[in-house]
Each structure stands twice: as structure tokens, then as C-alpha cells.
């Protein structure tokens, strides 16, 4: 899963007015990698607890929580 530095930069210039760098942009895109992988393994987990092959939103819902 990759997140491009154009949509993540587009993402931050919406919150702000500010300029912002493309290491910013690089940065924001490899948190959110991270962040999103930790929670597709809870919704998968959660899946699998409910004895279902198919991964719901509810269970990324779930894994939110």
C-alpha cells in the first residue's frame, strides 16, 4: 500500500494554509501506512473471531474502537 505525496499533500493543504514540504507529505503518507496496516490486522482479527471469511466495514469499524 502506498500513499502518493500529490494526495497527501493535497490532504494537509486542506487542514492549513500553510506551504507544505513534500518530506512533510512523504512523512504523513508512511505514518498513515503504518497506522492503516495495524488496523486491517484488528479487522481481520475481529473476522476471524466472528467465524466469517469476509472482512466488513463493521469490522473496521470495530478495530477502531
Avoid: C, W
Avoid at 490532504?11 to 492503516?36: C, M, N, P, W, Y
Amino acid at each position: 500500500m502506498e500513499f502518493s505525496n500529490a494526495k497527501m499533500k493535497s490532504l494537509l493543504k486542506t487542514q492549513t494554509d500553510k506551504r507544505v514540504s513534500e518530506e512533510a507529505a512523504e512523512e504523513l503518507g508512511e505514518i498513515l501506512e503504518t497506522f492503516a496496516g495495524d488496523v486491517a490486522e484488528e479487522a481481520l482479527a475481529i473476522t476471524e473471531e466472528n467465524g466469517r471469511k469476509t472482512l466488513k466495514p463493521k469490522d473496521i469499524r470495530e478495530a477502531l474502537k
